[in-house]
């Protein structure tokens, strides 16, 4: 099957960067589209960032001209580039990526097991 392993989250003071990874493994024939979502205590999971196969991309109105999501498509990842960084975008940030399996040519749904992205004031 298909497996998306994150990385790059951690501790960090207001108005620094990270750079979280994920990266899809297993029967892939070719990923649609990649984005990052995120969830805060006490607040449901919201859209940080998205990107298809074509490179177009959209972001949350919370992290326009902050944050920047890119992919490698041959890789199968997806990057998210964090800049300036606000106490308000502690959360939990999941990597979601739509593709089609190998196996059976499915469009299906995958999302990793999320990272901690902890700023600190």
């Known amino acids: 099957q298909v497996q998306l392993v994150e990385s790059g989250g951690g501790l960090v003071q207001a108005g620094g960067s990270l750079r979280l990874s994920c990266a899809a493994s297993g029967s892939i024939f070719s990923v649609n589209d990649m984005g990052w979502y995120r969830q805060a205590p006490g607040k449901q999971r919201e859209l940080v960032a998205h990107?298809?196969?074509?490179?177009?991309?959209n972001y949350g109105d919370s992290v326009k001209g902050r944050f920047t999501i890119s992919g490698d498509n041959a890789k199968h990842t997806v990057y998210l580039q964090m800049n300036s960084l606000k106490a308000e975008d502690t959360a939990v940030y999941y990597c979601?990526?739509?593709?089609?399996?190998?196996?059976?040519?499915?469009?299906?749904?995958?999302w990793g097991q999320g990272t901690q992205v902890t700023v600190s004031s």
């Open positions: 979601n990526v739509n593709l089609y399996s190998a196996f059976d040519f499915a469009l299906k749904d995958y």
């Open positions: 990107i298809t196969n074509g490179g177009s991309t």
